[in-house]
């Protein structure tokens, strides 16, 4: 009954920034936990960013902290996140996902979007 879709990736030079949206459908947005999670070639799918149902909480992977930023607008059904100072190691395609309870920072959610491609160049 979930649907999540994002948008807004792409490519970007090195040191550029982008922002991630993902919109939820078909269930009520503000009961659940949202995170991003990315997936470069070759590696094992990672928990990048989280927010509790409330926006109260967020959480980071140490990799991308002080870069990004997590948040959600749960009037819009939407959860963003903007990507700063952007490294060729941030390269991967970046899911939305959601889940009902903890924890949040896991891979192991249970509803994903499609996946949007971000490429950082060098």
């Known amino acids: 009954q979930v649907q999540l879709v994002e948008s807004g990736g792409g490519l970007v030079q090195a040191g550029g920034s982008l922002r991630l949206s993902c919109a939820m459908s078909g269930r009520t947005f503000s009961l659940y936990n949202m995170g991003w999670l990315r997936q470069a070639p070759g590696k094992e799918r990672e928990f990048a960013a989280g927010?509790?149902?409330?926006?109260?909480?967020?959480y980071y992977a140490d990799s991308v902290k002080g870069r990004f930023t997590i948040s959600r607008d749960n009037a819009k059904n939407t959860v963003y996140l903007q990507m700063n100072s952007l490294k060729p190691e941030d390269t991967a395609v970046y899911y939305c996902?959601?889940?009902?309870?903890?924890?949040?920072?896991?891979?192991?959610?249970?509803?994903w979007g499609q996946g949007t491609q971000v490429t950082v160049s060098s």
């Open positions: 927010i509790r149902w409330s926006g109260s909480t967020t």
């Open positions: 996902a959601a889940r009902t309870g903890p924890p949040i920072a896991t891979t192991e959610y249970d509803y």
